[in-house]
């Protein structure tokens, strides 16, 4: 597994050290929890799985290795099952933040959840690296690679709970104002809540969004245009099962104090498409400067772009005979989309010749729920799916000239997987529902499984550094002038909730190096 990660050697005396040295863990050591309560915590009969044994001999395997593989790794057991996560983006002078959402079997209120992660970074992995958390208001949670900032405070603790009128199928906070979160209901309406917002307990949203013409529907399509440049206007888009199409032209305000909302939706939507799809499966914005374009997925396996000003479609191409279920523009190429389905397999695709995709990514055995570039790094992307998984993905493992590596049989431990593949988060042990990179720190994402479970986490450094090095003299990760950059991404880090140790223990790999 270490090997078809492209970790490499640099981890084997890492490993060698935890199993067998000073970090060996203990034979009485607490894995976590046993599967029967987690089958009990989210009242699923698991009696169909594998057979305990099985079960525990490769819960074991998972504790054993995930030090070897993680800088950070948190797993929270929540009461109930979150479809959708997102990192608030970073703020000035506040712990990072997140939001998601819990589904409930109706007994209880659905809810909308701002959680804070107040916790520091661990600098070396000690003797027995497993740690146990209670939650406040939300469960306890597994982990290693941080610790709580002071004695009796939470990790991960709830500063804002508004209960939901159904399951919370998507959530996103606004670019320009991430105190403000949109969410999609299952009713189809879109929901805004300004989060600092006060309001009387029980207080429902700021503002609800529906289209004009038609009633809305189930859905799960929902994103936000890039930050406006001048105007205080914040476009958002939605899109439903009935194929319906909107996109609206969302005030957020510069203020919201004293108690005001900051955010004020305008009477109906911008753009208003009854059949843009069969059903709307995902919609994304392109993030580059420039008339805002906005493309959108669907199960009729099109791949639609629209000129959102202009409201018409510029391009219709057929990219699936199964659904797209994902789609997302890449940061920092304008011309470049991933997309992702019910095939399993994740396509790049360039707007400058649609004929064949750019790549095509294999790895997952399941429909893939999700797919996102990351924001620091470019041909970085990540997929989560219905077979547990969620991988990243490298780009930059494909040359340029239009030549294609050979097909490996075995690649990150998944056998015939793209060579592309740079490491899989095999922690989940039901379907991921979706994932979310933060703006916090390079590699850190958070993630959400149908099994009641939310993961905080931090690849192993020595994965990005053993697949970024190009073999030269220069160190990993030196700017220009030779440099790193750990000191601004320590500043960073203890500007927002993940922060740096204080001792004097010299940094890990993953502090002393410019990741990507």
């Known amino acids: 597994v270490l090997s078809n990660n492209r970790i490499g050697d640099c981890l084997f005396g890492r490993a060698i050290d935890l199993l067998f040295g000073h970090g060996a863990m203990p034979a009485d050591a607490d894995y976590g929890d046993e599967p029967e309560a987690i089958s009990a915590e989210c009242g699923e009969d698991h009696a169909d799985q594998s057979e305990p044994e099985d079960e ?18 948190v797993d929270c057991s929540l009461s109930w099952p979150a479809l959708s996560v997102a990192w608030l983006p970073d703020e000035p002078d506040e712990p990072c933040r997140l939001a998601f959402g819990l589904h409930t079997d109706g007994s209880e209120p659905h809810e909308l959840i701002i959680a804070e992660l107040a916790c520091s970074y661990e600098e070396q992995i000690s003797q027995n690296p497993w740690q146990h958390w209670s939650l406040d208001g939300l469960g306890h949670a597994v982990g290693f690679g941080c610790n709580v900032k002071a004695a009796g405070t939470s990790l991960l ?30 009713t189809g309406a879109v929901l805004l809540f300004d989060y600092k917002c006060e309001r009387p307990p029980g207080g429902g949203p700021d503002a ?15 994103a936000w245009g890039p930050p406006p440049e001048q105007s205080q206007q914040q476009l958002l888009a939605s899109g439903g099962n009935d194929g319906r199409l909107c996109v609206w032209d969302v005030g957020v305000a510069a203020g919201g104090s004293g108690g005001g909302a900051a955010v004020q939706a305008s009477g109906g939507p911008l753009l208003d498409i009854a059949d843009a799809h069969g059903e709307v499966c995902a919609v994304a914005f392109c993030r580059s400067s420039g008339p805002p374009s906005l493309a959108s997925v669907g199960n009729d396996g099109h791949l639609r772009l629209w000129d959102v000003r202009a409201g018409v479609r510029f391009v219709s191409a057929s990219i699936s005979k199964n659904e797209v279920l994902a789609v997302d523009w890449s940061y920092h190429q304008d011309k470049v989309l991933a997309t992702s389905g019910k095939g399993g397999t994740v396509h790049i695709w360039d707007l400058r010749s649609m004929r064949d995709p750019q790549h095509t990514l294999v ?55 793209s060579p592309q593949l740079l490491f899989t988060h095999s922690g989940h042990a039901a379907p991921v529902s979706d994932f ?81």
Do not use: M
């Not at 893939?368 to 970085?380: D, M, N, S, T």
């Open 436 to 516: 979310a990179w933060s703006d916090i720190d390079d590699f850190l994402l958070c993630s959400v499984s149908e099994d009641c479970k939310l993961h905080i986490w931090q690849s192993s450094a020595a994965v990005h550094a053993a697949d970024s090095s190009s073999g030269d003299d220069e160190p990993v990760g030196a700017g220009e002038d030779g440099t790193h950059a750990a000191g601004a991404r320590a500043a960073k880090r203890a500007r927002g909730g993940v922060e740096q140790g204080t001792s004097d223990v010299p940094l890990r790999a993953a502090d002393a190096i410019e990741l990507g």
């Open 56 to 73: 525990a001999e490769a819960q074991l395997a998972w504790h054993l290795s995930a030090p070897l593989l993680y800088d950070l790794y």
């Open 157 to 186: 603790r709830p500063i804002a709970r508004f209960a939901h009128p159904t399951e919370v199928n998507r959530v996103l906070p606004c670019p320009s104002r991430p105190r403000v979160l949109a969410t999609k209901a299952a």
């Open 363 to 417: 790895g997952h055995d399941g429909e893939v729920v999700a797919v996102k570039w990351a924001p620091f790094q470019e041909g970085l992307l990540a997929t989560c799916s219905s077979d547990t998984r969620l991988l990243l993905w490298d780009l930059s493992a494909v040359r340029t000239d239009n030549q294609t590596f050979e097909e490996e049989s075995d690649v990150g431990g998944i056998p015939n997987a």
């Open 208 to 222: 609800t969004l529906l289209p004009t013409s038609a009633e809305a529907a189930d859905g799960f399509a929902l």
